[in-house]
């Protein structure tokens, strides 16, 4: 099918930018929050990053009025649904709130609409019977920041049809982003699995005193080649949110080796989330 209409459902840091990506690729896209404070930050943010790509030269700002004709930001679901071919969502990661979200959505859009979630790690078999139709129903995963990191993990469960699959691999490429398919459902798909499998050695060598922050960040950069150390990327990413992924994985599992290392739930529990607080693996002074 021919894509004309994505609804962005939630209007956070990755809502927004993922929003933001689809218009700046001739998308016509409503962003969506049920909060009015959280869509007008989102249109602020929108407003000051294209101004900030004229002043760089980046874009004309003739382009830039063109893509802020076709990316609307609205407290009205209705007026986001309408006529969307598309929706991805990216609300709480809570499985009841997936599944309000979806239903409610559900009656407001065409029967041939894709759902899309955002989701790190819920997939969508556990929420996909909200719907008429679960077959068209997917984990569509970016990854933050939205608008430069190119991986997209399109993710297949056994209810989804593999025609959705394709037009998600194809709609990936449209936006000037990576496809990365994942054919069967598993916790954390690709990159947050092997994402965690090295923050936790990363944390167990940390704790056990085997070596500093620093030189764990440096052996990893200048060793393997990555760009950022595992610490730095966790104190980037949120501790927070690293927290809440490990414990929901023990949840499931009961296994003890899921559970997030003690220096973390230390971290955790001061509310050192990493950057966003001013301080995590790292300090990062105020601005």
């Known amino acids: 099918m021919e894509f004309k209409k994505v ?17 700046i690729c001739g998308y016509d896209v409503t962003c969506y929050s049920r909060r009015q404070t ?22 004309t700002q003739e382009e830039v009025d063109e893509i802020q004709k076709r990316l609307i930001f609205t407290n009205d679901l209705k007026t986001a649904c309408e006529g969307a071919d598309l ?18 959505v559900d009656a407001l859009t065409p029967d041939n609409t894709i759902y899309a979630s955002n989701s790190s790690y819920i997939v969508a078999s556990l929420f996909c019977d909200a719907v008429k139709h679960p077959e068209r129903v997917i984990n569509l995963h970016f990854f933050n920041p939205a608008l430069v990191m190119k991986c997209v993990e399109v ?29 069967k459902e598993i916790y954390g798909f690709i990159v947050n699995r092997i994402f965690s ?12 005193g085997v070596a500093s922050v620093e030189d764990i960040d440096n052996a990893v950069k200048n060793g393997l080649g990555h760009s950022m150390g595992p610490l730095e990327l966790l104190d980037m990413t949120g501790i927070d949110l690293e ?4 414990m929901q994985k023990y949840r499931l599992t ?21 950057r966003k607080t001013g301080k995590g693996f790292y300090e990062y002074p105020a601005k």
Request: aromatic share 6%; hydrophobic share 45%; with cysteine.
């Open 155 to 183: 993710v297949k469960g056994p209810h989804a049809s593999q025609e959705v699959i394709d037009e998600m691999v194809e709609f990936v490429k449209s936006i000037k982003k990576v496809p990365s398919v994942v054919n």
């Open 87 to 104: 929706v991805i969502e990216a609300v709480a990661d809570v499985i009841d709130t997936k599944k309000k979200v979806l239903a409610d």
């Open 38 to 59: 959280t869509v007008d930050k989102a249109q602020a943010f929108s407003d000051k990053w294209f101004a900030g790509r004229v002043a760089k030269g980046k874009m």
């Open 254 to 274: 009961g296994d003890l080796a899921d559970k997030p290392s003690p220096g973390l739930v230390e971290r955790y529990a001061r509310g050192d989330y990493g």
């Open 197 to 208: 499998a090295m923050t936790k050695e990363a944390c167990y060598l940390l704790d056990q």
């Open 7 to 23: 609804a962005m459902i939630g209007a956070g840091t990755m809502g927004n930018q993922i929003a933001m990506q689809c218009a």
């Open 243 to 246: 927290y809440d992924v490990l």
